[in-house]
């Protein structure tokens, strides 16, 4: 992000202080093609066997070709930009997302359980997804394209902190 | 860190079954349910064959029209028989650490609950049931509204039974190991006794008032409870040998008034039939409403008891209450129609059991929610910090880009398809107008504040829902900006909790206010990670902006 003047429109948040994997850049392409391919499929197989459908198909098909392609190429460094983390000795901060950006914060106190998650895309690529659920079922915290050693020790870490945490955690 | 009481599978761990009873205890009985119970079920067999009589022996009808009230009538003498054996079969009793349920006439079966475990004791009965005096006492154990299956269910036995059982078990429910010391029940029934007349009282909340009834009658369920009623009354008329719609056609010249006459006068008579209906239901569901603050073995509970032919008692614990939502219709507003629901863990959002007042004034739901909360500055009457006008810009380009691309869709389809013409300029007429005013409502439901111990937020267009959360109820926080709040200076700030909906959302603040409502919501937490160090001791009520002091990191 270039720095400038901060203006009023600015949160008051700043960044997490840690950066996810730079092939977790792969990982958001891996998944954006997985997303784009089937339907760039099925509307090309539909244009080419079903002679009837192209009013529709041949429009339909390029703006598909066209959306998933920038979708493909732009979505992935973006987020790479806004994906953050950071854990202190009080709370989990993770920044996430590309057109819109969530900032989350979950304290020790309220944490219930914390897992490591790693997909096929994820394995194939050598990443680790962390999770943080809290009481709520929406406060859940993931941290997704972290190197697995490192998820797995601030897994330990977390788990360790929250059990000298006392409360019920509601 | 994982607390059993967090998930919803008290249940599971509480009720224990199995083909030896729990404890062995001979000295203690095994009672039966009351005998009452069969003769009242006799009854309302009979009741039930009566239409099939009377349709068969005085009116005169072939039995082929009858045959639903033949099948009804065979339904109710099976019911009727299953009774009497689960009469013979089922015993209960209560010993001093469970409450045990035996049925089975070869293989037992024992059903048992621990005392320390229960949480609840209702007792309801249907209109016979009452008259006869005779109560069905449901007992829950761990967290469960009382739509779920309950833990232990008698059903029936006699008044005065069940509400010395009710006191025995919601009395010591603290597992007070003075009283299980002593054997007798007499000695545990005396104590329990003793320990209700605490200093604390009840304190009655709120009570039915009659003209509630026309903020229930009017609704769009009226027109479904008409059609109901009518294809109903249609029904039972052909078994009868009544045509209601041949008659209906007799009344009146209808191709006089032609079709849009007919509509009207149609739609209008069901109106008033369906509001007729409404008005009936509300009266027998909610008659002798009483909703109060009762206090139990640890604490108070929170009991609302209403009901004319079959009364429902419910109870929430004060323990687990976090907050209360009043949400306002948006078609309702000028009669300031008003729905008060609390947040609280351990019971769905969606069950009934989190209504604790009928629809109903605003003025009531501001008192028995102020009530409710019991602080010290009312949490709801607290004047909202408005929301910066960009976010109105947002919701009118939302609802201008919605308008346009119907529009557009429909043109086009005009264009290439069948679909007329004229359709793209109608629709963009009647909905522009309509999105638009629907952005200024949404945009004028919007605040946020903080009072005292709570958190307030209000939004919602169709049902604009103030809610006010316990601050300490907070269990995370979530900013979300997008691309286009980013450039218009919004942010949406929600807080996630273990209660009711599980996150409540303050949408579209100014982004400099957002991190400081964070701040509110989790003093301590998120304090490290704001950019300036920012006062938070905002002022309750009527506060604009909390002080932003620069500090350089």
Same mark, same amino acid.
């Given at each position: 992000m270039c720095s400038r003047v &901060? #203006?009023?429109? #600015?949160?008051n948040l700043r960044r997490p202080r840690h950066r996810v994997e730079r092939h977790a850049i792969a990982l958001w392409a891996g998944r954006a093609l997985s997303a784009v391919l089937p339907v760039v499929l099925v509307l090309a197989a539909g244009y080419a066997f079903w002679d009837a459908s192209r009013p529709w198909t041949g429009p339909l098909l390029s703006v598909a070709c066209v959306l998933g392609l920038l979708y493909v190429a732009v979505m992935p460094p973006w987020r790479y930009r806004v994906h953050r983390w950071e854990v202190t000795d009080q709370a989990v901060y993770a920044s996430a997302g590309w057109f819109v950006t969530e900032w989350r914060i979950a304290p020790h106190s309220r944490i219930q359980t914390v897992d490591t998650v790693r997909g096929p895309l994820d394995q194939l690529l050598g990443l680790a997804s962390l999770v943080v659920t809290t009481a @709520? &079922? @929406?406060g859940a915290v993931t941290i997704r394209g972290l190197n697995p050693k490192t998820a797995v020790q601030t897994a330990e870490e977390l788990n360790k902190v929250t059990q000298n945490t006392p409360g019920d955690a509601t | 860190m994982t607390d059993q009481s967090t998930h919803p599978q008290g249940d599971d761990d509480a009720v224990e079954v199995s083909t030896q009873p729990p404890t062995d205890q001979p000295e203690v009985p095994w009672l039966r349910l009351d005998r009452r119970m069969i003769f009242v079920d006799a009854l309302r067999v009979v009741l039930t064959q009566a239409p099939a009589l009377i349709a068969l022996l005085v009116v005169g009808v072939s039995a082929s029209s009858v045959w639903p009230l033949i099948i009804f009538g065979a339904w109710g003498v099976l019911r009727s028989g299953a009774n009497v054996v689960r009469w013979v079969r089922t015993r209960y009793r209560v010993t001093d650490t469970y409450v045990e349920l035996r049925t089975g006439l070869f293989v037992r079966q024992y059903r048992s609950v621990r005392r320390t475990r229960i949480r609840s004791a209702d007792a309801d009965a249907r209109l016979l049931q009452r008259l006869a005096r005779l109560r069905r006492v449901t007992i829950g154990a761990g967290q469960m509204n009382t739509a779920s299956e309950a833990a232990i269910r008698l059903d029936a036995i006699s008044l005065s039974a069940a509400l010395d059982l009710r006191r025995e078990l919601l009395g010591t429910q603290a597992g007070d190991t003075t009283v299980a010391s002593a054997p007798a029940t007499e000695a545990r029934a005396s104590e329990a006794r003793a320990s209700d007349s605490s200093p604390v009282r009840s304190q009655e909340l709120a009570r039915l008032h009659w003209w509630w009834v026309f903020y229930n009658m009017f609704s769009f369920w009226a027109y479904v409870m008409a059609a109901g009623l009518l294809w109903g009354g249609q029904w039972i008329g052909a078994m009868f040998g009544l045509d209601l719609w041949a008659w209906a056609g007799d009344l009146a010249d209808w191709e006089a008034l032609g079709l849009l006459g007919s509509i009207a006068v149609g739609l209008a008579l069901t109106g008033v039939l369906g509001v007729i209906g409404m008005a009936f239901t509300f009266f027998t569901e909610h008659a002798h409403f009483r909703l109060e603050r009762v206090p139990s073995a640890d604490g108070t509970v929170l009991r609302t008891t209403q009901g004319l032919f079959r009364t429902r008692e419910v109870t929430r614990d004060d323990r687990r209450l976090r907050g209360v939502a009043l949400s306002e219709p948006l078609l309702w507003r000028p009669m300031r129609m008003t729905d008060t629901a609390v947040i609280t863990t351990g019971l769905s959002m969606w069950s009934a059991a989190v209504t604790i007042l009928p629809r109903g004034p605003r003025a009531t739901a501001r008192r028995v929610a102020d009530a409710v909360l019991d602080e010290p500055s009312s949490p709801l009457a607290a004047p909202l910090r408005p929301h910066p006008p960009a976010a109105l810009r947002r919701r009118m380009v939302w609802a201008a880009t919605a308008s346009a691309a119907v529009t557009g869709l429909l043109a086009w389809l005009g264009a290439t398809t069948?679909?007329?013409? %004229?359709?793209w300029w109608i629709t963009a007429l009647v909905m522009l107008p309509l999105l638009l005013s629907l952005a200024l409502v949404g945009y004028r439901a919007l605040g946020h504040t903080r009072v005292g111990r709570h958190l307030v937020v209000r939004s919602g267009v169709v049902s604009r829902t103030t809610s006010a959360l316990r601050r300490d109820a907070v269990s995370g926080v979530r900013v979300r900006q997008s691309v286009f709040q980013r450039r218009l200076g919004l942010a949406t700030v929600s807080v996630s909790t273990a /209660? !009711?909906? !599980?996150v409540y959302e303050a949408p579209d603040l100014a982004a400099r206010d957002a991190a400081g409502f964070a701040l509110e919501a989790l003093p301590d937490y998120v304090r490290p990670f704001l950019t300036h160090s920012t %006062?938070?001791? /905002?002022? /309750?009520? !009527?506060?604009?902006v909390p002080a932003v002091t620069a500090v350089p990191r």
């Open positions: &901060s #203006d009023p429109h #600015d949160l @709520s &079922s @929406s | 069948s679909l007329p013409h %004229d359709a /209660a !009711g909906f !599980g %006062d938070e001791t /905002a002022p /309750a009520a !009527g506060a604009a």
